[in-house]
């Protein structure tokens, strides 16, 4: 087959009438479309799990916000050098959004003599995990139920720290 003038040529020489105007079909676009929409949900379901890392991310993020914060905080010449440190201190309420915003909550806790605090909150990745901060310099993953079972974590417990 030879292409010469617009004009379709068999072997034998003879022209054919032309064979359209070059554009596509119904059918042909319907099977494209269809073609880009299954790769496009393909690629999106992949990316699912790489926003929950990065929600993840922006948590961790946050929690070691909270601990530099616990650091500028921190007053060694008073009896209860982390006095004050919650929730609703100021320079914290920003990072208790953005890790709100993350799917997280944010849980700090001072022990009874002020003297040491750890603070963690729910990764959005997993309901079961949780990552960790305290004054003792610990930042770690720990699982919902050492959080749970761990004495040394709620409010005016003699330790703030982070569970084994």
């Known amino acids: 087959m030879f292409f010469r003038n617009n004009t379709l040529r068999?072997?034998?020489g003879q022209a054919s009438p032309k064979?359209?105007?070059g554009g596509f079909t119904l059918i042909e676009m319907l099977v494209v479309v269809a073609i880009v929409g299954i790769l496009s949900a393909t690629v999106l379901s992949a990316l699912g799990p790489a926003r929950s890392k990065a929600k993840d991310a922006r948590i961790i993020s946050g929690l070691n916000q909270v601990r530099a914060i616990a650091e500028v905080?921190?007053?060694s010449s008073g009896g209860t050098p982390y006095d004050g440190l919650s929730n609703t201190h100021n320079d914290i309420k920003g990072v208790v959004t953005?890790?709100?915003n993350n799917?997280?909550?944010l849980f700090i806790s001072v022990n009874s003599t002020k003297t040491a605090y750890a603070a963690y909150s729910k990764l959005a990745s997993d309901n079961l995990k949780y990552?960790?901060?305290d004054?003792?310099?610990v930042a770690k993953t720990v699982t919902?139920?050492?959080v749970a079972s761990a004495t040394t974590i709620p409010n005016g417990a003699a330790t703030a720290v982070c569970p084994q």
């Open 10 to 12: 068999l072997r034998s």
């Open 135 to 137: 004054s003792n310099g």
């Open 98 to 100: 953005e890790i709100s």
């Open 73 to 75: 905080i921190y007053n």
């Open 103 to 105: 799917n997280g909550e």
């Open 19 to 21: 064979l359209g105007k």
């Open 144 to 146: 919902s139920a050492s």
């Open 131 to 133: 990552y960790c901060v």
